[in-house]
C-alpha cells in the first residue's frame, strides 16, 4: 500500500477537541466508536485499551490513534491515575486512505516515539498554554499546534517504518541471536514493569511478529512465556523466603491482579501460592 502524503495542499482537517483528560478505574467508559478520528497521547499512568477487539498494555510515552468506525474501550487498573491529551480531527483527506483516516486500517494503533517526545510535549504544551490565556486568535495558534502535531507524529510513524523494513532487510542469521540476548536481558532485568511484546518490539523498532519468530527459534518459547516463567520462579523465591503477603509477591513480580497470579502460579507449579506458603512454613517449623 503506497505511503499516505501529507502536505500543506491537502492537509486541513477541522480540529474538534484538544485538552488534557485525567481518568482513573471509576472514569470507565464501555466500547464504543466515532465517526471521527481521535488522537491520545499518554502523559502518566498505565492501563489496557481494547482496540478492534485486540488488547494493548499502554503506558506513559504511548500515543494511540483510533480511526473512525474502530471499537475502543479503556480499562484502568484500581487505583491507577491516568493523564492523557486527547484531540479529535474531522475532515481528513489522504491519498490511498478512507475518509477521515489518519493512519492505515492495518497499522498499529499503539506506538511509541521516544526521539520526539521533546517537541510532541512542547507541541501539547503550546495548546494548553493558549487555552488557559484565551487571547485573540487563540484558535488559530491551537489549530496551528495541533497540525504541527500530527505532522510530526506522521513524521515519526513514517521513520520507523522505514527504519523496520531497513532492519528486516539487513538483519543477518548471526545478528538474530544478538536481538534475543539483548530481549533476554530486557525481560530479566524489568520483568517487575508492565511488559507486552508490542512494548518491547517498538523500543527495538522490530515488528511484534518477528520478534516472537526468531525468539523461538533460539529459545524454543515465545518472549510472553519466558516472561512468565522468570515472574513465577522470582514469586517462588518470594514465598520460600519469608512471610510476604501473596498480593505483594504478585506485584513485586509484575501482576497487579493477585488473582489472576494465583491462577498462574497453580498451572504453572501445581499448587496454589498459599501453599506455598504453608508448606515453606512447615519445614522452618
Same mark, same amino acid.
Not at 154 to 176: F, P, V
Given at each position: 500500500?503506497?505511503?499516505?502524503?501529507?502536505?500543506?495542499?491537502?492537509?486541513?482537517?477541522?480540529?474538534?477537541?484538544?485538552?488534557?483528560?485525567?481518568?482513573?478505574?471509576?472514569?470507565?467508559?464501555?466500547?464504543?466508536?466515532?465517526?471521527?478520528?481521535?488522537?491520545?497521547?499518554?502523559?502518566?499512568?498505565?492501563?489496557?485499551?481494547?482496540?478492534? =477487539?485486540?488488547?494493548?498494555?499502554?503506558?506513559?510515552?504511548?500515543?494511540?490513534?483510533?480511526?473512525?468506525?474502530?471499537?475502543?474501550?479503556? &480499562?484502568?487498573? $484500581?487505583?491507577?491515575?491516568?493523564?492523557?491529551?486527547?484531540?479529535?480531527?474531522?475532515?481528513?483527506?489522504?491519498?490511498?486512505?478512507?475518509?477521515?483516516?489518519?493512519?492505515?486500517?492495518?497499522?498499529?494503533?499503539?506506538?511509541?516515539?521516544?526521539?520526539?517526545?521533546?517537541?510532541?510535549?512542547?507541541?501539547? *504544551?503550546?495548546?494548553?498554554?493558549?487555552?488557559?490565556?484565551?487571547?485573540?486568535?487563540?484558535?488559530?495558534? &491551537?489549530?496551528?499546534?495541533?497540525?504541527?502535531?500530527?505532522?510530526?507524529?506522521?513524521?515519526?510513524?513514517?521513520?520507523?517504518?522505514?527504519?523496520?523494513?531497513? +532492519?528486516?532487510?539487513?538483519?543477518?542469521?548471526?545478528?538474530?541471536?544478538?536481538?534475543?540476548? =539483548?530481549?533476554?536481558?530486557?525481560?530479566? +532485568?524489568?520483568?517487575?514493569?508492565?511488559?507486552?511484546?508490542?512494548?518491547?518490539?517498538?523500543?527495538?523498532?522490530?515488528?511484534?511478529?518477528?520478534?516472537?519468530?526468531?525468539?523461538?527459534?533460539?529459545?524454543?518459547?515465545?518472549?510472553?512465556?519466558?516472561?512468565?516463567?522468570?515472574?513465577?520462579?522470582?514469586?517462588?523465591?518470594?514465598?520460600? $523466603?519469608?512471610?510476604?503477603?501473596?498480593?505483594?509477591?504478585?506485584?513485586?513480580?509484575?501482576?497487579? =491482579?493477585?488473582?489472576?497470579?494465583?491462577?498462574?502460579?497453580?498451572?504453572?507449579?501445581? &499448587?496454589?501460592?498459599?501453599?506455598?506458603?504453608?508448606? *515453606?512454613?512447615? =519445614? &522452618?517449623?
Amino acid at each position: 500500500m503506497c505511503k499516505p502524503e501529507i502536505c500543506a495542499e491537502n492537509f486541513n482537517p477541522t480540529l474538534l477537541y484538544a485538552y488534557i483528560n485525567m481518568v482513573n478505574s471509576e472514569s470507565h467508559v464501555t466500547l464504543h466508536t466515532h465517526d471521527y478520528t481521535e488522537v491520545k497521547i499518554v502523559l502518566s499512568g498505565y492501563f489496557k485499551y481494547i482496540i478492534d =477487539d485486540k488488547l494493548y498494555e499502554v503506558a506513559k510515552g504511548n500515543i494511540i490513534i483510533i480511526n473512525p468506525g474502530v471499537q475502543h474501550e479503556k &480499562i484502568i487498573p $484500581s487505583g491507577v491515575k491516568v493523564e492523557e491529551f486527547n484531540y479529535g480531527l474531522t475532515n481528513i483527506h489522504f491519498k490511498e486512505l478512507p475518509e477521515n483516516f489518519l493512519i492505515e486500517p492495518s497499522s498499529l494503533p499503539v506506538f511509541t516515539l521516544p526521539l520526539y517526545q521533546p517537541e510532541i510535549i512542547k507541541c501539547i *504544551n503550546e495548546t494548553i498554554n493558549e487555552q488557559e490565556k484565551n487571547e485573540p486568535y487563540c484558535d488559530l495558534f &491551537i489549530k496551528s499546534s495541533i497540525m504541527k502535531l500530527t505532522a510530526l507524529l506522521h513524521r515519526g510513524m513514517t521513520a520507523n517504518k522505514e527504519r523496520t523494513e531497513k +532492519t528486516r532487510l539487513d538483519i543477518q542469521t548471526s545478528e538474530k541471536t544478538n536481538i534475543v540476548n =539483548d530481549i533476554l536481558e530486557y525481560l530479566s +532485568t524489568n520483568y517487575m514493569e508492565q511488559i507486552s511484546l508490542y512494548r518491547i518490539a517498538h523500543n527495538m523498532y522490530l515488528s511484534p511478529v518477528y520478534i516472537s519468530k526468531i525468539f523461538k527459534e533460539e529459545t524454543g518459547e515465545s518472549p510472553i512465556n519466558h516472561l512468565i516463567r522468570i515472574r513465577l520462579t522470582k514469586a517462588r523465591e518470594l514465598l520460600m $523466603s519469608g512471610n510476604m503477603p501473596i498480593k505483594t509477591v504478585a506485584r513485586s513480580v509484575g501482576y497487579e =491482579d493477585a488473582f489472576y497470579f494465583s491462577k498462574l502460579y497453580k498451572k504453572y507449579y501445581g &499448587i496454589p501460592p498459599s501453599m506455598e506458603k504453608r508448606s *515453606n512454613a512447615a =519445614d &522452618i517449623i
